[in-house]
Structure formats: C-alpha cells, structure tokens
C-alpha cells in the first residue's frame, strides 16, 4: 500500500526578466513581523494562513527574534503555501527573525537595518534535572546544525559565510547583507520606494 505524501504549494510564477516585473508590491496583502516571535505566535500563523495560497504581498520586520521553533514555523508557513512575498526590514531582524525573513525570495533592507546572527540559545526551568539538561544539548546540537543548512539553503548561500557571522554572535548591517548578495538595497531619501522596487525588478 503506498504512501500518500504532503508537498508544499508551488511558488509563484515568476516573470521574465524582459519584462515589466513583478506586481507592484503594495497591490498585495501586507504582514507585519515585530517583537518577540514567541508572545505573537499565534498572531503571525493566523496571519500567513489567512492570505491566499500562491500569492503575493509585503511581510515588513522589525524583530529581535524569540523561539527557534517559531521562525521555522512562519518560515514553513511561507514555503508549504506557495506565498511570494517581498521581505523588507525596517529596522532589526535578529535571531530567530531571519528564518522567515531568508524564507522570502525577495528580501529588501535599508542601510540602516541590524540582523543579528548568533548560535541557537536553549532556556529551560531551574530545577531541570541533569538528564533534561543532557537531552536538551544534545537536541539543540542537532538542530543548530540542521537551521544553518536550511538557512544557507534559503538564501542560496554558502554555509561557511553563515558560520562567519553565527559564531559566536555578529550583528550585520543592511549595507553588509546587500554586499553578500543576500538582499536589496532600499534608499529611502531616494524617491519613490516602491519606483525603487519596480526599476530594479525590469533591470536586474
């Protein structure tokens, strides 16, 4: 008897670089990514559930991160439905953040955001005993080891140029990104933003 097997919603057509680009951004839903992912969990998956499969809109950040669990989840969410947006940090997308952030195949920054990459942190109670405390390092040694693949996997990157930054701890500025290759620059004293966008989509 076979299997039935889950796959994820194919992404969004996408256009031809001869042509006009993709729909201007504002056209579609907007998301907004802030604080603390794990206090606003169910918030931000009742968010990306509720846009329809196989579309396009803007999920904005500004997050210092928060539970490991919860960014792979949101980053998940963008890739089981098929969701195209374009990723833009106003101010900090840190830790936990940049899973859902490295997610979207389009990612903006100004040069004056902060991402901050850092090994995997694990918390737990005080009384946690010895046994707890030894399942916990080694799961999280394993995990560690599995989000710096799936991480260089989304940005399309090299691993070793995540571990340069992920350890121990480095924050990397927009300008920093953009030059790695990782995401596009946005001025925003250069005019019309979304013009930006468009411009730089039909001229690659």
Partial sequence: MSRSRLSAYPAVATRSRGGSGPAEPRDGWEI???GDLSD????????????????????????CGGSAYVGLGLAALIRLRGLDPLAVVTGECSSAAILPFAACRRRCVTSHATLLFHPIRWQS???VR????TEWA???QLMEKDLDQLLAKLFECEIELLQRWTRPGRFVSGTE???AGLAELIDLFA???????????AHP
Wanted: with cysteine.
């Fill in 32 to 34: 907004m990514i802030c």
């Fill in 40 to 63: 606003k969990q169910l918030e931000l998956t009742e968010r990306l559930v509720s846009v329809p499969a196989q579309s396009r809109g803007t999920i904005f950040f500004d997050s």
């Fill in 125 to 127: 109670e005080e009384d």
């Fill in 130 to 133: 010895i046994e707890e405390a």
């Fill in 138 to 140: 080694r799961h999280f």
């Fill in 177 to 179: 990104l953009v030059d």
């Fill in 191 to 201: 005019g019309d933003v979304w013009k930006q966008l468009r411009d730089r989509s």
